[in-house]
C-alpha cells in the first residue's frame, strides 16, 4: 500500500459526514466508520452507544488486509466486500479507494442485500471526496520551512 499525505479539511470532513448520514439513513445501518487501510479511524457517524472503536478499527483493517491476502492466492485482485454475520449483530466492510475502507455495523432491522447496494454508492461518493482531498495543493511553506534559531536551540541544558 502506497502512504499518502491526505489533508481532509473541514468542507470534506462535512461532506463526507452527510454522506455518512445518508447511507444509515438509506441502508438501516447502526453505524457507519470509515477507516483508512493501516486502521486509522478517519470518521464515524451513526448510534452513540459504547464501542472501541480504535479496537474495531485496527480489527477490520487486520481482516480486510488478510483478505486481500486470500484473494490473491486465488488470482483475485482483491475482494471487495466482507460480510461477517452474528446472532444480533453483523458488520459489512467494502473497498472505499485504495487508501479506505467503509465498516457498517447493522442488526436484523435491514437486510445484507440493502446494506451491500448503499454501501456501494457511499463508497464511491466518500472516494470521490478523498480523491479531490489528495489532489489538492498542500501548504507546503508551512511545514517545510527551517527551523528558525529560537525553534532549533535546546530546550533543556543539563547542570554543569
Known amino acids: 500500500m502506497k502512504l499518502r499525505n491526505t489533508v ?47 479496537s474495531i478499527s485496527a480489527l477490520t483493517a487486520a481482516a480486510f488486509s488478510s483478505t486481500a491476502a486470500m484473494a490473491q492466492l486465488l488470482g483475485e485482485p482483491e475482494f471487495s466486500v466482507l460480510f461477517h454475520e452474528g446472532t444480533k449483530r453483523s458488520i459489512h466492510v467494502s473497498t472505499v479507494d485504495d487508501d479506505a475502507i467503509l465498516l457498517a455495523i447493522f442488526d436484523g432491522r435491514t437486510t445484507v442485500g440493502m446494506v451491500r447496494l448503499f454501501a456501494g454508492e457511499a463508497s464511491r461518493a466518500v472516494g470521490g471526496v478523498l480523491g479531490e482531498a489528495r489532489a489538492r495543493p498542500k501548504a507546503l511553506a508551512e511545514f517545510a520551512a527551517p527551523l528558525n534559531d529560537t525553534e532549533a536551540r535546546p530546550a533543556w541544558t543539563p547542570p554543569s
Request: charged share 25%; net charge negative; glycine share 6%.
Open 8 to 54: 481532509i479539511q473541514q468542507q470534506d470532513a462535512t461532506r463526507i459526514h452527510e454522506i455518512l448520514m445518508r447511507f444509515l439513513d438509506e441502508s438501516g445501518v447502526e453505524q457507519a466508520l470509515l477507516i483508512d487501510r493501516s486502521g486509522q479511524l478517519l470518521a464515524m457517524d451513526g448510534a452513540s452507544e459504547t464501542l472501541d472503536t480504535v
